[in-house]
Each structure stands twice: as C-alpha cells, then as structure tokens.
C-alpha cells in the first residue's frame, strides 16, 4: 500500500520537477559508472604518467629536431685542423643525443679495425643486429657501435664494435655518425 502511495505522489508533481529528478538520476548514474569502470580498469595513475613521459619525450624531440634544422649542411665535427663546421661542447652532445643513424660508410670504416667483426658482417650478408649512439656524460663524449651476430649463418657469436663518435653528416632534416673512431 506505501509504494502505491508513493508512486501516487510521483505522479502528482508538476513536469518540470520530474524531468529534473530525471536529469539528477541519469548524472548521478553515469558518475557511478566510471567511478565503478575507473576501479575495475584503474590504471589511470599510470597511464597520465605514460602520457606525460610521452609529452616530455616530444618536447624533447622537437627541440633536438628545431636545432638539427639550424645546423649547417655537411660534416660537424668536434675538434679543430678542419675546414668543416665545429660544434661547441654543448652542441657537440645535442647532436649526439638528436643521432640515431649510423650509415653503412661509418661500419664500414670501423669494421676495417675489427677484421673479426667484419668477416661476421659479410658472412651474414651484411645485417647489423643493432646500432646505438651514446653520450658518455663521465668522458663528455659521444659513443656510437653496432653489433654483428653470426647466429643467422651458423657462427655462435655476437661482437659489438664501438668507439667515439668524432663527426656527423648533417643532412638538414638528420644527422648521421660519419666517422667512428674505434682504436
């Protein structure tokens, strides 16, 4: 007999009050749900910190991208005797930071020093299993290798050349390792 009575008394109030108790449900609705949807799949923490990894890693990549497209074209180098554009300690790391390239001319010319290195590289037609190009912040130096691994070819054996990055091959829209220095 009371839910007759209360549903009577629903019945009576004006319109615009019942739309408006139906507008409260359906928000008060909709806030339960993601409350409920945000603790089943909670991973909202981690993925503004992902996000916000991310943003930093794009401010970053512009900034390095705004200062490769100010260099010159042709060799940097980082060190004086030559007629091609020197880069100051602060621009010598950036560049080194912004490189992710190594060309087959500077393997080439490091696997020269490493006769092991380059029979592995040419047994395994010529593939590097990965390249890197690293700032060594102890040595305020610039670091770049590759590895060559033989498991393709039957060789059980994986070297990594590496050695200092003495110049780069500023392209306007890149910049490249152009001479590794490994011995």
């Known amino acids: 007999m009371s839910n007759e009575n209360y549903l009577t008394k629903l019945k009576g109030l004006p319109e615009p009050i019942k739309q408006f108790g139906g507008l409260i449900s359906i928000i008060a609705f909709?806030?339960?749900?993601?409350f409920i949807l945000n603790n089943i799949f909670g991973e909202g923490d981690e993925l503004v910190a992902k996000m916000k990894a991310e943003e930093e890693r794009i401010?970053?990549?512009?900034?390095?991208?705004?200062?490769?497209?100010?260099?010159?074209?042709?060799?940097?180098?980082?060190?004086?005797?030559?007629?091609?554009?020197?880069?100051?300690?602060?621009l010598y790391e950036a560049v080194c930071n912004a490189t992710k390239l190594i060309p087959?001319?500077?393997?080439?010319?490091?696997?020269?020093?490493?006769?092991r290195a380059h029979e592995i590289y040419t047994i395994n037609g010529n593939k590097i299993t990965e390249t890197f190009v690293k700032w060594d912040k102890e040595k305020n130096k610039c670091f770049a290798g590759f590895v060559v691994s033989g498991k393709n070819v039957g060789v059980d054996e994986t070297?990594?050349?590496?050695?200092?990055?003495?110049?780069?091959?500023?392209?306007?829209?890149?910049?490249?390792?152009y001479f590794i220095k490994n011995f």
């Open 30 to 34: 909709i806030f339960l749900t993601f």
């Open 159 to 177: 070297i990594t050349v590496s050695g200092e990055a003495l110049s780069f091959l500023s392209t306007g829209i890149d910049t490249r390792v």
């Open 59 to 90: 401010i970053q990549e512009r900034k390095l991208n705004k200062l490769i497209s100010s260099l010159p074209s042709g060799v940097l180098v980082s060190f004086d005797g030559t007629e091609n554009f020197k880069l100051t300690e602060e």
């Open 104 to 115: 087959q001319r500077a393997i080439m010319g490091a696997n020269f020093l490493n006769y």
